[in-house]
């Protein structure tokens, strides 16, 4: 009886979803989350393989896994997005999801690297409407009073993606040796049939997205917007309103900014770091990292959720103010794990600090989801994620590109680590700090205008 009358309760002229039906929407997403984390870090687990069969440099590694993937995403990532604002969401995820695994599998059916580049270069352009338009579906699908909770299941997507990934795909990667084959015309490099695997699980959870029930809009649907134009389907609109408010979106996206530069490359770069520096294979460090990951993520999960409560009953700004103690957290573990003696220690710290970056993702993305307008809620949130997964794939880039022009010994890629985490993350910190009074004066300001409309 109270879930029906949650089911119906109303925001204004808002109605909600019955909890089955939000849930199952949420389930389907973190299935999606999942698939498209297991493919990237499966992908980090086969860095060094790739740089054999391709030989590579490690600058040419790094834009491989990162710039090689965004190149498509910068021009048509925000238009992408744009139709999580326009069309029932359900379909742009479906959508998107099979066009992920489409493009994984191109991956691993490659018969050369232009082919791989190739493929890889759609892959964030495919999966540019996934997360704005999740948290569009899931705003609209969920009270404001259970949101935060519904972003806190959705990390499970993200834990389990980075938790199996290197433990299943540690496994993959050494077994795959054995793989080697031709199929047709094809010649199969082993660690290929891997990536047709990701892809074609990615395709199945496409289809899932079509059992999903497509929830009412908190602004109306804005169909109209097909016809306003190129500025607006390049998220104009969504420019203007961030432009608004510098003090508050500058920092709170520099810092995302900053902090993907680093996070993003260590989380590529700690297969190589780990073979190079302490001489583990991949199988001894997918099943190490991968319960340093699970242990770390949960332990987040929990430490967010508690941080943010604590923190709210003081704070008004309490998602930014949490997310800013997290930042610090992640800065001192990532300077530190590379310095560590023993990569179990190393590991350890690794472990820590995905701790605090999961304990930091739920506040930042709720606090997001807060202060931007309904109406551009997919545009705003793809703007902010261009910034994590643009500047996050630059630094796979940025620390190979340290690394062979700065430091140049291949067994020294700790002391690039080390630049990289002890350069970046402070300064991500500090923006992040600096977020936390406007984004106080904007939620009094959006509370101040709700009880004036009651």
Not at 156 to 165: K, P, Q, S, V, Y
Not at 368 to 396: C, D
Request: aromatic share 10%; net charge positive; hydrophobic share 55%.
């Amino acid at each position: 009886m109270a879930g029906a009358a949650e089911a119906g309760a109303t925001a204004g002229a808002h109605s909600y979803p019955t909890p089955a039906a939000r849930y199952w929407a949420l389930t389907v997403i973190v299935l999606a989350t999942f698939v498209i984390f297991f493919d990237q870090v499966t992908f980090g687990m086969l860095a060094e393989r790739i740089k054999h069969d391709f030989g590579l440099s490690d600058a040419e590694l790094g834009f491989l896994a990162g710039p090689a993937g965004v190149i498509a995403f910068f021009f048509v990532g925000i238009p992408l997005a744009r139709l999580a604002d326009i069309f029932p969401r359900k379909f742009v995820l479906a959508i998107g999801a099979t066009a992920i695994g489409t493009v994984i599998a191109a991956g691993g059916l490659a018969q050369g690297l232009g082919q791989f580049i190739a493929a890889r270069v759609f892959l964030a352009a495919s999966g540019s409407a996934h997360a704005p338009a999740s948290y569009s579906l899931l705003a609209d699908a969920f009270p404001p009073r259970r949101l935060t909770r519904a972003f806190a299941l959705l990390q499970f997507g993200f834990i389990g993606g980075t938790t199996l990934g290197p433990l299943v795909g540690g496994h993959l990667v050494l077994a795959s040796r054995n793989w080697q084959t031709h199929l047709g015309p094809l010649h199969m490099f082993g660690w290929q049939w891997i990536l047709i695997g990701c892809g074609a699980a990615a395709i199945c959870v496409g289809l899932l997205f079509l059992t999903v029930r497509e929830p009412d809009r908190t602004a109306q649907l804005q169909r109209g917007g097909v016809h306003e134009g190129l500025a607006a389907m390049l998220g104009w609109q969504a420019f203007v309103a961030l432009a608004e408010r510098p003090r508050l979106f500058v920092p709170l996206f520099g810092a995302l900014a900053l902090s993907a530069l680093d996070v993003f490359g260590l989380q590529f770069w700690r297969t190589p770091f780990l073979i190079r520096t302490y001489g583990w294979n991949e199988g001894q460090i997918g099943a190490a990292m991968g319960l340093a990951v699970l242990v770390g993520s949960l332990t987040g999960l929990a430490l967010g959720t508690m941080l943010v409560e604590a923190l709210a009953r003081r704070y008004a700004d309490a998602n930014v103010r949490a997310a800013a103690i997290c930042f610090a957290g992640i800065s001192v573990a990532a300077v530190l794990s590379p310095l560590m003696p023993r990569a179990e220690w190393s590991l350890a710290l690794m472990g820590v600090g995905v701790a605090f970056g999961l304990a930091g993702a739920v506040p930042q993305n709720a606090a997001v989801q807060r202060v931007i307008p309904p109406a551009m809620r997919a545009q705003v949130t793809a703007i902010y994620l261009f910034m994590f997964t643009f500047f996050g794939a630059m630094g796979s880039f940025l620390v190979g590109l340290v690394q062979d022009r700065v430091v140049g010994d291949p067994h020294r890629l700790w002391v690039t680590l080390v630049i990289c985490a002890g350069t970046l993350l402070p300064a991500a910190t500090l923006l992040m700090v600096l977020a936390i009074k406007p984004y106080r004066q904007e939620i009094e300001r959006l509370d101040a205008l709700e009880h004036a409309n009651q």
